[in-house]
């Protein structure tokens, strides 16, 4: 079992950037594929981005490609989400996630492990 706390969160003018931290609790960290998601006010949790346990393989949103990327320390059992330009529709709570099964999946019924959220607010 992992427990997931997310930090990095505010409030950023329209191109600015953030950058999200997720720690996670325990020593086998590194058995996880780790995923970011996240959900606007009345809208459905989407995924973000997702690492490979070994960081050799990530996946992103077609919304964030270029803009967003995702990194993981498993010496500090964290994963990081490095967002640059952000939009005023980026504004969402952000979520960190952990599955223990290889491979990234976008879905996010494929991770067991949930963190509470920050909440990231990008003002136009």
């Known amino acids: 079992q992992v427990q997931l706390v997310e930090s990095g969160g505010g409030l950023v003018q329209a191109g600015g950037s953030l950058r999200l931290s997720c720690a996670a609790s325990?020593?086998?960290?590194?058995?996880?594929?780790m995923g970011w998601f996240r959900q606007a006010p009345g809208k459905e949790r989407e995924f973000v981005a997702g690492i490979s346990r070994s960081a050799g393989d990530t996946r992103y949103a077609d919304s964030v490609k270029g803009l967003f990327t995702i990194s993981r320390d498993n010496a500090k059992n964290t994963v990081y989400l490095q967002m640059n330009s952000l939009r005023p529709e980026d504004t969402a709570v952000y979520y960190c996630a952990a599955r223990e099964p290889l491979g990234v999946l976008i879905n996010m019924n494929g991770y067991k492990y949930w963190g509470q959220g920050t909440q990231v607010t990008v003002s136009s």
């Open positions: 325990g020593r086998t960290f590194s058995r996880y594929t």
